[in-house]
């Protein structure tokens, strides 16, 4: 006996998931060192600065997948096949250094 439910399954809302995320993208720190101690030994300033990007990523779907990313096969969000990728963005970590005489 042939069943139509093949043909309404792909339909079905059992793949709709919640799209709640929480991202932290961009948090940076500079610490200024003291300026007296820094004219003892010729410096006018100098500060350092720890930056980070795409730290982290709560989300409330069951694959963990980035609710803001497309695949990456497709040249426009609305041609994706599946609507997501499983690669998010790399964490990256930035350390600067600046001096003025």
Known sequence: MYSFDSFYYPMSDIFIES???????????????????????????ASVMLQGRNLLMLTANSDKLDPEAWELGASDPAQAEMGFTPWRPM???YLGLRINF
């Open 91 to 93: 964490p990256e970590v």
């Open 19 to 45: 799209g709640n995320y929480l991202k932290l993208r961009d948090a940076s720190v500079t610490y200024h060192f003291n300026k007296r101690l820094l004219r003892r030994i010729g410096v006018g300033n």
